[in-house]
């Protein structure tokens, strides 16, 4: 048949497709986690409190000076 591509070109486009779904699947899985699980500054602070870093610590690492 003209004009028909040949079984390993099409196989190879439709790999292609494939691998551009699994990326955006990944994406969107990633979106759902941050939805799921938001970082929030209280959240973050409450982490360093626990690690037992006080607020100027934080500060330095973060590099504001206060």
Not at 23 to 47: C, D, F, G, I, Y
């Amino acid at each position: 048949m003209p004009g028909r591509k040949p079984a390993g070109e099409r196989i190879a486009l439709i790999d292609e497709k494939i691998a551009k779904k699994k990326a955006e699947l990944k994406r969107l899985e990633a979106q759902k986690e941050e939805l799921l699980h938001p970082v929030t500054m209280r959240a973050v602070l409450t982490k360093a409190k626990q690690a037992g870093l006080s607020p100027k610590e934080v500060a330095e690492k973060l590099g504001i000076e206060i």
